[in-house]
């Protein structure tokens, strides 16, 4: 694996100088980072340094301030209204959001559809695939995440660790280019969290492309190509694992990372 300053390979998502207020708060100040075709990055700092709002600015969950936005070749069209950069073209958006997987902390499940209801509604409604076709890559996705027999079932019925792992298969079922993981680990008991980690390490080593907010230094150093510290909205330092785990240059990050051995 290489780190992202000497690779040919297609960009697939790159964020240039991201800045989001909140009202008068500056919480991201310019934050710049770019994915290639196969990177795992993963994005580590402290709580409230920016890093769910980063990820969330790059779908619009959350209106960046100021920035460019690029999802391979296309970049996201944004116009500027009261003080936030809106979408110029609501189908543009919704197109490139269908390219970008979402894992969110809390799974998101809907939980009046079944666990084969949430996969497909997706596939069927944005991209317009054929029910039968969609249903039949549900089923392999279900097999893929451990989870076959639980198709039917209801959210509700599934431990954290399943509805994860579900939600993991619901963001494959749209083929995206990118995944994004908000602590996708954060809210299980500690028992489930590593049924969720293989999984995510599995599509690590088929080549995924993803960025990965995680506490879980552990994994962010067997998983990842890249790392990035975020401190107080901007990056205070990105490198390889072994130069951010193992010889950081910031202060700042070795001290976060002594504390979270
Ligand atoms: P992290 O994910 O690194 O813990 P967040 O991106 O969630 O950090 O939050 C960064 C900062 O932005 C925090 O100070 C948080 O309180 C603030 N913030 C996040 N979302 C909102 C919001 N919707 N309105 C106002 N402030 C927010
Ligand atoms: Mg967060």
Redesign the pocket.
Known sequence: MTTQTTTDRPIVLDLQDIH?N??S?E??KGVSLTAHDGDVISIL????????????CINLL?KPSQGRIFVGDDELLLTPKKGELVAKNPKQLEKLRSKIGFVFQNFNLWPHKTILQNIIEAPTQVLKIPKAEVIAQAERLLAKVGLSDKKDAYPDNLSGGQRQRVAIARALAMNPQVILF??PTSALDPELVNEVLAVIKELADEGRTMLI?THDMRFAKEVSNTVVF?HQ?RIEEMGSPSEVFDNPKSERVREFMASHR
Do not use: M, P, Q
């Open positions: 989001k909140f009202g708060l919480v991201l700092g402290s709580s409230g340094s920016g890093k769910s709002t980063f990820l969330r959350e908000d602590e907010v975020l909205g």
